[in-house]
């Protein structure tokens, strides 16, 4: 695994974005094992939203020693990078090559975000349903955040942006230091 010199602000984006991704849903079946797994498609429309509320990009691509997965802060620039041999097991097939690549695509991005994917263990019949997601964007830094300050120095109330945004617990702190400067 390779790293830039300091990964501060892409941890802490990689832990906005466990928050709000949720478990990934087992989607296609295996028949020859008789198994069920994730797609890379269904992987890769799970996290796409999480990530770029987090500030997150991801990118695969194979070279000469395998597949080359890099997670990266888009604001800082910060990166994780790894490789992983893709064993191939006819080397001059085309199909199979895309095949392996897939396959490896699907447990790189599964591993360098640490994903929950679902394994009930056969219990899915006895599953409760699933709450409701919620439908408010999340506040992060940015413009919109600085609106939100904006609207509470001019005498805005935090409970109709709680109406509006999902905050984290550092933006909800960070407006509520807003406001007890404010009543100073």
């Known amino acids: ?31 020859f094992f008789k198994s069920s797994y994730a797609s890379l498609s269904n992987i890769l429309t799970e996290v796409q939203d999480p990530l770029n509320e987090s500030g997150l990009v991801i990118t695969q691509f194979p070279d000469e020693m395998g597949l080359v997965s890099m997670l990266i802060h888009a604001e800082s620039g910060q990166y994780l990078s790894s490789n992983y041999q893709m064993p191939v097991s006819k080397p001059n097939d085309p199909q199979a090559l895309g095949s392996s690549i897939t396959y490896a695509r699907r447990y790189a991005i599964s591993s360098i975000l640490s994903l929950n994917v679902e394994d009930d263990d056969g219990n899915g019949g006895a599953k409760k349903p699933e709450p409701a997601k919620d439908p408010r964007p999340w506040l992060n830094k940015g ?13 805005g109330a935090l409970a109709t942006i709680e109406g509006k945004y999902q905050l984290s617990t550092e933006i909800r702190n960070n407006l509520n230091e807003t406001l007890k400067k404010l009543s100073k």
Request: charged letters at 35%; aromatic letters at 4%; a positive charge.
């Open 143 to 155: 413009e919109k955040l600085d609106a939100a300050i904006d609207y509470l120095i001019k005498g």
């Open 1 to 31: 695994m390779k790293q830039s010199d300091s990964i501060i602000e892409l941890t802490k984006a990689l832990a906005l974005f466990h928050i709000k991704v949720g478990k990934i849903k087992k989607d296609a079946k295996n028949p």
